[in-house]
Each structure stands twice: as structure tokens, then as C-alpha cells.
């Protein structure tokens, strides 16, 4: 027969006897009052050994003009220990796509999202769903859902920078961070989820933490300047910063590029300049741009004449043809620029197509230019 304890709360001895006496008691019942949710644990019970990665990222052969110095970055931020990469950069430098190949060069499998400006924590973290009995459960979020794997945040700058990385960031500072929901929402005296810096042996159930292999690569478009400084400088750090530039050598990148894509059977001569490395220069000169654009402008030639020559100074129909792929690819990311900017690519532009300044051709262009100009 169970003896019911009696304790005089008076004494001191007997309080801390009661106390320790309770203590056990809801050790014992915590199994019984968790209804288990419907969360894997984040961790196994005993802690796989994960070979390292490799760090010695390889130039990607089909990204053509990144800096030595880009490869080099990545590898020495890796090899240091850095766990999260930021690549950052003008518009269409091959962001995403090294994010990408980065992440499946380090591990099987990897996750990519993209950025959203109606992302909340709940999205981000997790918060209570509705189970369909009618009760409510926790769900994870994005971030929590990828712990296992490398996960890819595309496009960071279209998202709030702090809301969406400040729920982690006692985490990406090695801090053990609890969140404000109950692993059975029904009863108060449930645990509440934890997000732990590291996996650990024997996690919880109510514990979530990363593997070995989760790690942040985000992209960010610096032409949105004002999100590289929405991120406090504490968060800032914890990023390796990666600058993803535009090619060095544009002409380098046509012919490179075009060779890839088998545009010509012929080697174009060692000297031949290409009027498309002349305009994006002209670009870049107010608002740098990658390659992106310029691929397709060099792909809508390609189909408005299949023997485009892009090493040959604009004539005929090609100055036409130059002229729509521009206003086709590249018009509509000069938007805002300013009015003396505008007059000054259009000039530039008419002078690499040699149009004269009274010619229809160079007045229309100087028109649409103007029409997006601040
Ligand atoms: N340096 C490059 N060499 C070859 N292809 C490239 C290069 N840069 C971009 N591309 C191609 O252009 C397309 C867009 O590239 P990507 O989306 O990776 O650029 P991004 O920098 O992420 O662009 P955004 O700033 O718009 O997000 C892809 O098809 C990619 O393969
Ligand atoms: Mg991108």
C-alpha cells in the first residue's frame, strides 16, 4: 500500500522535502500529461559522425567571367569556419546559381527558397496550426522543417532581413533559444520548443537543432542598396560576405560564352570587340548589371538572325536587332536612373551602333531612355 506523505511546512527539512517530493512526481507525470505532437524530433538519439564536407570549391565551369578571387573567398570562409555565405552583388552576376552549386558541391541534397516580403516568423520558425480535431499543434517552419540540410535563402533583400533571421539569431550565435509555443498547447505545464545551437545526444522531443550539415547560403541584389544595412551588424557577422561582381573582361565573357553556347563555328578573331561587351560597359558605367541580361540580349539576336555576328561592328539590320534586344532585356532595368544618366547611355549607345544624334533610330532610343528617367 502507498504511504501518503505528511510534511509540516513550517520546517524548513520538511519544505525541501515536499519540494523534492513534487519535483519527482512531475518527473514521473510529464510522460503521461505531453500528448506527443506530431514533430519528428530534430536529432537522432545518437549522433551521426558526418564526414566534412569538402571545402575545395572548384570554379564552376558553367559560370563563365567569376573572379579567381570569388572561388578563393568561398573556399578560405569555408576552410575557416564560417558556416553561413552571403553572396551578394549587382543584378544577374550568378548569385543564385553559384549559391546552388556551391551547397550541391558540400552536400547530396540542399534546400532553396526564395525570399518573400509577406514571410513572418511563423513561416520562418513555426507557430500553432489548427490539427483538424479541432485542437491546435505546433508546425515548423521553413528554417526549422531544413535543419538537416543546407538551406538556400534566394532573394533575402525581398524579405524583412531582421524578422526573418532574427528568431535564429541566438542560435547563429550559439545560444540556446526558446520559442514562445507549448509542445501540447492544452496544458500550460508542457515543455515549450527549444532551438539548440548544436545537435545533442539524446535531444528532446520539444528540442529542435541543427545537424552537422545545415548551413545558410543567402543571396542578396545590392542594387537594393537599403537591405544590405536593414541587417544589425551583430547578425552581419555571422556571414562570410561574398561580392558577386559582373565579369572583369566583358569581351572576354561574349566570346567565352558564345563559345559555350556554339553561336559560331568560327573562333572570332583574337582581336574582334563585340558592340554587346561596348553596351554593357556603357551600363555599367551608371548601373551595374551581370550577365543575365546580356545572355539573353546575345540569345534574341541569336533567334531574330541565326547568323548573328556579335564580333563585327554594328551594320544593317544588325543595329535594329541590337536596338530591340536592348529595349527588350536591358530598357526596363535602367528604370529610374537619372536624366543626365539616361541622355548619356542613349549618346554612348548611338555612337557603339554609329547612328547619328538626328537619326530616328537614336531619337527613339533617347526617348524610351528619357521615359524611365527620374
Ligand atoms: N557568369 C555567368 N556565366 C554564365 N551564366 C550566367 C552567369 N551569370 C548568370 N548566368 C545565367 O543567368 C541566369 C540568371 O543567373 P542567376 O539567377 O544565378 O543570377 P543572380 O545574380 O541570382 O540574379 P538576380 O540578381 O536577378 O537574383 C542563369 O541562367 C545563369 O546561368
Ligand atoms: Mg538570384
Known sequence: MTQIPVFDATS??????????????LDNASPVLDEPV??????????????PPDFNIPAFSQLIGIRTEVYDQIRNALKSGKRHLMFYGPPGTGKTSLAELVAGHLYNSHRMVTGSSDWS?????????????????????????????PLII?????????????PLFTVLSGQPTTLPYLRNPADENSERFVILPAAKAN???????????????????SIDKASLYQMSYA????????LVDAPEDLNQFVRDFGALKGYWSEEPPESAKSPIADIWSIVNDIRPM?????????????????DFNFFVGAEGESKS??????????????DGVAHEQANRIAVNISNVLGLTTDSKEAKELTRKLLSLAL
Open 321 to 334: 536587332i541590337y536596338l530591340s534586344a536592348f529595349q527588350v532585356s536591358i530598357l526596363p532595368m535602367l
Open 12 to 25: 524548513p527539512s520538511d519544505l525541501n522535502r515536499a519540494l523534492a517530493e513534487i519535483e519527482k512526481a
Open 154 to 166: 534566394d532573394e533575402l533583400n525581398r524579405c524583412d532581413i531582421d524578422r526573418v533571421l532574427g
Open 38 to 51: 506530431e514533430t519528428e524530433p530534430s536529432t537522432s538519439d545518437t549522433l551521426d559522425v558526418e564526414t
Open 203 to 221: 535531444a528532446k522531443q520539444h528540442e529542435f537543432a541543427p545537424t552537422q550539415n545545415w548551413r545558410l547560403l543567402a543571396t542578396l541584389n
Open 290 to 306: 551581370g550577365a543575365a541580361p546580356f545572355i539573353d540580349v546575345m540569345a534574341y539576336c541569336k533567334a531574330a538572325a541565326p
Open 235 to 242: 547578425l552581419t557577422r555571422r556571414f562570410a560576405w561574398i
Open 121 to 149: 516568423s511563423q513561416d520562418i520558425i513555426g507557430g500553432y496550426q489548427p490539427a483538424g480535431d479541432g485542437s491546435i499543434r505546433f508546425s515548423k517552419g521553413i528554417l526549422l522543417e531544413h535543419f538537416d540540410k
